[in-house]
């Protein structure tokens, strides 16, 4: 029997999409007659540590006393021997990767097991330096092939592309979670001589109906008047997601929508978010990290939902969205401009370039709000769509069908 390992990193990544992609994950694997361990390195634990599941076990294995870049290696080095305690080295056996980690560790275990190495990119190095612009990174890389001088930052992002793309070649399968990272990567070359596969990520259905005194009953548990357009976001409360320009554009939506509240969920620099909303007073509320259940809550009762980054490699938050049926305000970029279709199932904004950056534009954002704030009719239109189009291409067992074929054909 094939047994399936799929390794995370215990980082702030596991709170939110890599988290949600290793549930969705084992939600198949535990439908499936494969046998499957997660395996979580650099654990907060003073020793290894097994938990029992059902049908599975989960692997925490310590990260060195302040481990940094330079204990990565030998920190690499000793994990095929853990490995080799936990595993029966005999068994057809699948490494599932789903962070960057180095190139010999890779080697390593295919000398030690009998093993087929899988690597899925959920983000990437060079974009998180560069904010997704793709354009800046070719334009690296046109220095350095024709032998010009780069500056240390483009220097930086040089040395990453460098490690991924030896990760990559001894990787016997590339999973991209969307295909602008294959086409990015494609033109610069770095995907010579590899096998690569784009796998969307998917969600289990868990939309439920509510009747208007159920969504009612939500909305006076947080205190939210009947009258109030709720328009919520959730996600790393970082530059990258967007949140400093959402938050512009709600302070121009509320001089023409008083009844416009914007309910943010996530974690961050609070102090920089409250000192940017000031001016928008009691009609901005950060909610902190939820939990699933309370996060459901607000995808019930929410009137727009918003997933505004500058970058996003895909876009979970837009697909819990689309499965609650709300319609979506995204920006046209990364993996949510593929999930989305303008005007048919949601609502894009443009990503533009302000003294040499990516931003949002935050008139346009502004306007889109308050447009389905006043057209009700079309908010329906684009939240059953968005439903719709959740159930045909993201619903978990179109990823579970995917990965199980991955899996049987290595």
Known sequence: MKRIVVINNSDRALTYGIGTYTISL?????????????????????????VENNGYRDFFIPAFEGTTNKKLLPYCQMLPFIFKELFNADD?????????????????LKTTFHCKVIFAVHFTNWSLMLNGDSHKMKSIMYKVNNKQD???AEK?????????????????????????????????SVLQDTKYMVVNNGLKDEY?????????????RYHIKETEKVIFFSGRLDEI?????????FQKVIRTQPDAHLLIAGEGDFTKLLSKSR?????????????????????????????CSIHEEFGLVALEMM????????????????????????????VVYKKGQRTIDVDQLAKKISFLIDNPDECKRLGDNARKKFLSNYELSMFRSNMCQIYNSL
């Not at 997601?241 to 554009?249: M, N, P, S, V």
């Not at 009691?282 to 918003?306: C, H, M, P, Q, V």
């Open 26 to 50: 084992i939600e198949c694997l535990k439908r499936t007659d494969f046998s499957f361990d997660i395996v979580y390195l650099n654990a907060e634990v003073y020793e290894l540590k097994i």
């Open 92 to 108: 057809d056996m699948v490494f599932h990767f789903n962070y960057f980690i180095t190139d010999s560790l890779i080697a390593d």
């Open 150 to 152: 780069i500056s240390p």
């Open 156 to 188: 930086v992002v040089m040395d990453s592309i460098k490690v991924d793309k030896a990760i990559f070649q001894q990787t016997d399968l590339i999973l991209f979670v969307a295909q602008h990272t294959a086409t990015t990567y494609s033109k610069i």
């Open 208 to 220: 439920k109906k509510l009747s208007p005194s159920q969504k009612t009953s939500i909305r006076k």
């Open 241 to 249: 997601k967007g949140i400093y320009c959402l938050i512009e554009a």
């Open 279 to 307: 001016y928008a007073g009691s009609k901005i509320t950060f909610l902190g990290f939820l939990n699933k259940s309370e996060l459901f809550d607000f995808y019930r009762i929410a009137d727009i939902g918003i997933s």
């Open 323 to 350: 499965m609650h049926e709300l319609p979506v305000i995204v920006t046209n970029t990364g993996g949510l401009a593929e999930i989305i279709e303008d005007n048919m199932d949601g609502l894009k904004v443009k």
